[in-house]
C-alpha cells in the first residue's frame, strides 16, 4: 500500500520535491526556533531596560511575536507540514550578543539602553530579511497563504525595527553620549 504525502492544494509533485521546497521548509523551521527563543529573551530584555518607553516598546513587540509563532504554525499548516522548530544558530548568537550587552553596562543607565537597542535591532534586521526571504520563497512555490502569513509579520518586523530607531533618536542616544563609564 502506498501512502501518500500532505500537499497544499496549490502544489504539483514537482514543487513539492523540489530542492527550494526543502530550503524553504528549512527556513521556516529555522525562523520558528528563531521566534519561539526569542519570545523567551524579550521579558529579560525588557526587564533590564532602563527607560518606560523601550521597555513598552520590548513588551509590544513580545505579544507580536507570540502572534509570529502562531503565524508560522499557520504557514506550516497551509502547505500541510507539521510546525518543527530547528535550531536557528544566528538567533542563538545574536540573543547571546543582547545578554553580553546587559552584563558589560551599568544597570540603570541609558548606556544600557542604547546596547539594548542595538542588540534589538540587530534581532530586528535578521527577521525582516529572514521574512522577506520566506515571503518571496513561498511566492515562487505557490504557497499563496502562506505568503500572506509571512508578509504580515515582515510588516510588523520593519515596524519594531522603525520603533527602535525612534526611540534611539529621540534622545537615549544622544543622553548615553555624555555619560560616565
Given at each position: 500500500?502506498?501512502?501518500?504525502?500532505?500537499?497544499?492544494?496549490?502544489?504539483?509533485d514537482?514543487?513539492?520535491?523540489?530542492?527550494?521546497?526543502?530550503?524553504?521548509i528549512?527556513?521556516?523551521?529555522?525562523?520558528y526556533?528563531?521566534?519561539?527563543?526569542?519570545?523567551?529573551?524579550?521579558?529579560?530584555?525588557?526587564?533590564?531596560a532602563t527607560?518606560?518607553?523601550?521597555?513598552?516598546?520590548?513588551?509590544?513587540?513580545?505579544?507580536?511575536?507570540?502572534?509570529?509563532i502562531t503565524?508560522?504554525?499557520?504557514a506550516?499548516?497551509?502547505?500541510?507540514?507539521?510546525a518543527v522548530?530547528?535550531?536557528?544558530?544566528?538567533?542563538?548568537?545574536?540573543?547571546?550578543?543582547?545578554d553580553?550587552?546587559?552584563?558589560e553596562?551599568?544597570?540603570?543607565?541609558?548606556?544600557?539602553?542604547?546596547?539594548?537597542i542595538?542588540?534589538?535591532?540587530?534581532?530586528?534586521?535578521?527577521?525582516?530579511?529572514?521574512?522577506?526571504?520566506?515571503?518571496?520563497?513561498?511566492?515562487?512555490?505557490?504557497?499563496?497563504?502562506?505568503a500572506?502569513?509571512?508578509d504580515s509579520?515582515?510588516?510588523?518586523?520593519?515596524?519594531?525595527?522603525?520603533?527602535?530607531?525612534?526611540?534611539?533618536?529621540?534622545?537615549?542616544?544622544?543622553s548615553?553620549?555624555?555619560?560616565?563609564?
Amino acid at each position: 500500500m502506498a501512502t501518500t504525502k500532505t500537499k497544499a492544494p496549490e502544489q504539483t509533485d514537482d514543487v513539492q520535491e523540489s530542492a527550494l521546497n526543502e530550503l524553504f521548509i528549512d527556513e521556516l523551521k529555522d525562523i520558528y526556533w528563531a521566534e519561539k527563543h526569542l519570545a523567551k529573551a524579550l521579558p529579560k530584555m525588557a526587564k533590564a531596560a532602563t527607560s518606560n518607553e523601550l521597555r513598552s516598546a520590548i513588551d509590544n513587540h513580545l505579544t507580536e511575536t507570540e502572534n509570529h509563532i502562531t503565524r508560522l504554525e499557520s504557514a506550516f499548516e497551509s502547505i500541510g507540514k507539521k510546525a518543527v522548530a530547528v535550531k536557528c544558530e544566528a538567533m542563538a548568537g545574536l540573543i547571546k550578543e543582547g545578554d553580553e550587552i546587559v552584563a558589560e553596562t551599568e544597570k540603570g543607565s541609558i548606556t544600557r539602553d542604547a546596547g539594548i537597542i542595538s542588540a534589538a535591532q540587530k534581532i530586528e534586521h535578521y527577521e525582516i530579511a529572514s521574512y522577506g526571504t520566506l515571503k518571496t520563497l513561498a511566492s515562487v512555490l505557490g504557497y499563496n497563504e502562506a505568503a500572506e502569513l509571512l508578509d504580515s509579520t515582515l510588516q510588523e518586523e520593519k515596524n519594531a525595527d522603525s520603533t527602535l530607531t525612534q526611540i534611539a533618536e529621540a534622545g537615549i542616544n544622544q543622553s548615553s553620549r555624555s555619560e560616565k563609564k
